[in-house]
């Protein structure tokens, strides 16, 4: 995690400080500290200070002139995100701040709106997210792994894990995935995306959220459900029921639509036509596509279903033998698991197989796959 950031110049000028438990108090110690190092590799060869490790504190450096930007951390593995997160701050003290400092007045309090600017960039590398799945990463044995991916190429950036799986093909498996998401979700239906949560026969889950410049990857596994997941349907009552629909339509008072491997509409129930528009289909089959290929390649476990969260619907996409249906949670069902989804989007908890609204939804899979036995 991050314990300090700090803005100050080459003559050790504190201008700002953000610590983890908001205790300022030794920043102009720290700052005195720095600067003397500073002065000595200047002195001695010339060189700037990039990085210092101490014994358990990592001080990570970035510059602009005179002024010096600087983190200080207890996670050495974090180092790749904080960098991100270093420039972010650089970047933005300077719009923000460059002329004050140019003109300072030794009124440091000028500069403490910048806390709500330091803020919003943790918030915005899933930083808060990352402090509360290590509060329960090492106490609970179902969470197996966390990654943070890059959206540019899907670099692995950080990785937790309780077992080997590739994280090279998740990375890249990841950026197709997110997206199909953000072209369904965001560019069609015009809502905001928090979670992409895929879940195996197996009762893996993994839990996709996304960011400006990363993504996290979320893994659970449960052993002692005792629900039934992803049975094999017959294939010749399938395309009876796919032949003379009207029943299905009767009965499923959700809207949905079905489709196969081509994105031809076999059967629908959309009057919005926000599901069965070509370019949802065609996003909705790279997402299934993409899904399976990371449950059947990485982890060797066949795809469940996933579970796409908005920021005003749920959707839900599965397979009827070689059919896919999305399919949408009504307002009620949706409001409902949402407020349950709230603290797990958060990863202050896991989803868990045990939890009554959770099995709700895994109901709904259920019960529109009941129809075609």
Do not use: C
Not at 34 to 42: E, G, Q, S
């Amino acid at each position: 995690m991050i314990d300090r950031i700090l803005v100050m110049n080459d003559a050790g000028i504190s201008y700002f400080t953000w610590t983890s438990d908001d205790d300022d108090s030794d920043a102009n110690l720290i700052s005195g500290f720095l600067t003397a190092l500073n002065m000595f590799a200047k002195g001695q060869s010339g060189e700037v200070i990039e990085e210092i490790t101490l014994n358990l504190t990592t001080y990570i450096f970035d510059r602009y002139k005179d002024l010096i930007f600087v983190i200080l951390t207890k996670d050495k593995e974090f180092e790749k995100i904080i960098r991100k997160i270093l420039i972010q701050i650089r970047d933005t003290f300077l719009d923000l701040f460059l002329e004050k400092v140019t003109n300072f007045n030794g009124d440091v309090g000028t500069f403490n709106p910048f806390h709500k600017n330091v803020d919003s960039i943790l918030k915005s590398h899933g930083y808060f997210d990352y402090i509360n799945i290590l509060k329960n990463y090492d106490e609970e044995d179902n969470i197996r792994s966390v990654l943070y991916l890059s959206n540019i190429d899907g670099e692995v950036l950080y990785s937790k894990a309780k077992e080997y799986f590739d994280k090279k093909i998740l990375g890249f498996q990841t950026m197709v995935l997110i997206k199909a998401v953000n072209r369904i979700v965001e560019e069609r239906l015009t809502e905001k995306l928090d979670m992409v949560t895929l879940i195996s026969s197996d009762f893996r889950v993994l839990e996709y959220k996304n960011y400006e410049d990363i993504t996290i990857v979320y893994e659970t596994l449960e052993n002692d459900s005792n629900i039934a997941l992803n049975q094999k349907l017959k294939p010749k009552k399938v395309q009876k029921i796919l032949k003379s629909p009207g029943k299905l339509l009767f009965e499923i008072e959700n809207p949905f639509v079905l489709v196969d491997n081509s994105g031809n509409v076999r059967v629908k129930k959309d009057s919005a036509n926000n599901l069965s528009s070509e370019d949802s289909i065609a996003n909705a089959l790279t997402l299934y596509n993409t899904s399976h290929t990371i449950m059947e390649n990485i982890y060797k476990e066949p795809l469940f279903g996933i579970i796409l969260i908005s920021s005003k619907n749920i959707y839900l996409i599965f397979n009827i033998n070689e059919y896919i249906v999305i399919f949408l949670l009504n307002p009620k069902e949706s409001n409902s698991f949402q407020e349950f989804l709230n603290p797990i989007i958060q990863f202050k908890k896991s989803l868990s197989f045990k939890d009554e609204i959770f099995l709700q939804v895994l109901k709904k899979f259920n019960e529109f796959r009941h129809k075609f036995e």
